[in-house]
């Protein structure tokens, strides 16, 4: 069986909600189908419905031998959407054979669809189902009970729809609470850490540039000692709300904490990233972020290099932020590729002393 590693992606808005343990499941439905479908594929044989007994075993057989790959931690043989095969075909000659009782099983399998399969595919193969199953009850049961039968299995297809949109509602709820910041909406420092290492691993891969740029509130103390932390409060939203309008698609800034923000540029060299962070250093002093009251940042740009570490590329675009503010704020500094912070508390400290000021 699968188990989670301390690497693993970062789920992502309006997945699928069930890719992550879907191996799982998988395992443990074909250990639950060889205990309890078994004895019907013997029953069958035993009882001259041999196609049936065929078909059964190889519902068996399939779920089976991906069940057995999961369990050695191997890639399933057979595609996830290649398993409605048999299980349509036993469910098929089911009702052909067994009419109400293989019609039970109609049910059973709309589950697996939705438990087991992509959401695409399991829409198409519950439906398909339903087709397949549809006329072949009319034939053996009569009218009225085909009726009822399309009627309570549509039914059943609908409710589980319903649930899983909701679970999946539910998900992006919980996933937006846990990778952003409440206040501001910016991502938090979680994900920038995780979001930097990919631009790192990227990096060593294919070469591609990347800068961040390390944003910084000047005087932001004033503001909460003068006005409160409300107006401060709505210089954080108004300063998150300006970058992101002034940023792509594939940008992303995140709340480093307090007043500082970090903000990366994929496939970005540091000239234009200087360019970038000039451009929104003018725009947020002219932004009218607080009324009557002119707002600055102080900008540390630092490009990605070969053997950083998510913490030390920061940390050099800590030590560019540093030099801008002790030389005057409201200005851009690109960093040193050389000039990384030997003592990990130092950044931390420079940050602390900064907003006392």
């Known amino acids: 069986m699968t188990t989670p590693d301390a690497k693993a992606p970062e789920p992502r808005r309006n997945q699928d909600i069930l890719e992550f343990y879907r191996e799982r499941i998988m395992l443990l439905l074909a ?3 060889l205990i309890f479908i078994s004895p019907f594929a013997v029953l069958n044989i035993i009882q001259g419905r041999i196609f049936l007994g065929i078909a059964v075993s190889g519902v068996i057989a399939t779920f089976a031998i991906d069940g057995l790959a999961i369990y050695f931690k191997r890639r399933p043989p057979i595609p996830f ?6 299980t349509v075909a036993a469910i098929g000659i089911s009702l052909k054979t067994d009419a109400i009782y293989g019609a039970l099983w109609c049910y059973p399998g709309v589950l697996m669809c939705y438990f087991v399969l992509p959401r695409r595919w399991a ?4 439906l398909g189902l339903l087709a397949v199953a549809a006329p072949l009850v009319l034939m053996s049961l009569g009218q009225d009970i085909a009726l009822r039968f399309v009627v309570s299995l549509a039914l059943t297809i609908v409710v589980i729809y319903i649930i899983t949109d909701v679970i999946r509602e539910l998900q992006d709820e919980l996933l937006s609470q846990a990778i952003t910041d409440p206040l501001t909406g910016a991502y938090n420092r979680r994900q920038m850490e995780f979001t930097l290492d990919e631009a790192l691993e990227r990096h060593k891969r294919t070469s591609a540039p990347a800068s961040v740029l390390l944003i910084d509130i000047d005087h932001f103390k004033k503001i909460n000692d003068d006005l409160g932390h409300d107006a401060g409060d709505r210089v954080l939203k108004a300063l998150v ?7 792509r698609k594939l940008d992303r800034l995140f709340r480093m904490g307090g007043e500082e923000f970090l903000l990366l540029l994929p496939d970005t060299p540091a000239a234009a990233a200087m360019v970038q962070a000039e451009n929104l250093r003018g725009r947020i002093a002219e932004g009218n972020l607080l009324k009557n009251r002119r707002v600055t940042v102080s900008i540390g740009v630092a490009d990605i290099q070969r053997d950083l ?6 940390k050099m675009a800590d030590t560019a932020l540093y030099q801008a503010k002790e030389t005057g704020r409201n200005r851009v500094i690109r960093a040193d590729a050389a000039a990384l912070v030997a003592d990990p508390a130092e950044a931390d400290g420079r940050r602390a002393r900064q907003r006392q000021k």
């Open 31 to 33: 250990v639950a189908i």
């Open 81 to 86: 959407e290649f398993l409605l095969v048999p």
């Open 123 to 126: 829409i198409a193969g519950s």
């Open 241 to 247: 709300l300006l970058i992101k309008n002034r940023s």
């Open 309 to 314: 570490t998510h913490e030390s590329w920061v």
